[in-house]
T-cell receptor, first 110, second 114 residues
Framework: EAQVTQNPRYLITVTGKKLTVTCSQN?????MSWYRQDPGLGLRQIYY???????DKGDVPEGYKVSRKEKRNFPLILESPSPNQTSLYFC?????????FGEGSRLTVL | AQSVAQPEDQVNVAEGNPLTVKCTYS??????LFWYVQYPNRGLQFLLK??????LVKGSYGFEAEFNKSQTSFHLKKPSALVSDSALYFC????????????FGAGTQVVVTP
């Protein structure tokens, strides 16, 4: 089954404690991206990657890092999380058309 | 810079009546336009897209959308709404000039009453 898998699905952490949200896709897509969803703001793009070792900033990259060492994986790293990064995060991949989304990761930073 | 506007926070419609969710956009280059739906505590499901070709696009679950270049709009429509269509709908845009960048609208909550 074609899918985008994110882990963890739910996480509560504390300010400053580094965390990584993993994302993996099995569709051999070159393009992957991360979004955060906040009420009233829709989805905002954090980072995207056009291919292995190629990443670029989206609209809200501050406080986040990404890496793309393999085509299937695109982890999102929060080096020092802060409460304003409490959000619902989505990973997505794309061939040439629409985005395929993961189920989301709900992150709470206390 | 590209942007998307969904002017209505919420749309209320009675079951069986036509449903319209509005979306306008701004891009440089040619637009790629998408509609997604989100049910509570779920990810986003793709409904339909406009890349090129016919201005009227048909998608999943009986939804369709019309690309209007002069009005820079891509409104989502369904001729007869179902209670199960109640969900959060997002319009999104990418473009030939910014293929990697996606902008989403703020979302429109659709409430279909029996």
């Amino acid at each position: 089954e074609a899918q985008v898998t994110q882990n963890p699905r739910y996480l509560i952490t504390v300010t400053g404690k580094k965390l990584t949200v993993t994302c993996s896709q099995n569709m051999n897509h070159e393009y992957m991206s991360w979004y955060r969803q906040d009420p009233g703001l829709g989805l905002r793009q954090i980072y995207y990657s056009m291919n292995v070792e190629v990443t670029d900033k989206g609209d809200v990259p501050e406080g986040y890092k990404v890496s793309r060492k393999e085509k299937r994986n695109f982890p999102l790293i929060l080096e020092s999380p802060s409460p304003n990064q409490t959000s619902l995060y989505f990973c997505a991949s794309r061939n040439t058309g629409e985005l395929f989304f993961g189920e989301g990761s709900r992150l709470t930073v206390l | 810079a590209q942007s998307v506007a969904q002017p209505e926070d919420q749309v209320n419609v009675a079951e069986g009546n036509p449903l319209t969710v509005k979306c306008t956009y701004s891009v440089s280059g040619n637009p790629y336009l998408f509609w997604y739906v989100q049910y509570p505590n779920r990810g986003l499901q793709f409904l339909l897209k406009y890349i090129t070709g016919d201005n009227l696009v048909k998608g999943s679950y009986g939804f369709e959308a019309e690309f209007n270049k002069s009005q820079t709009s891509f409104h989502l429509k369904k001729p007869s709404a179902l209670v199960s269509d109640s969900a959060l709908y997002f319009c999104a845009v990418s473009s030939t000039d910014s293929w990697g960048k996606f902008q989403f609208g703020a979302g429109t909550q659709v409430v279909v009453t029996p």
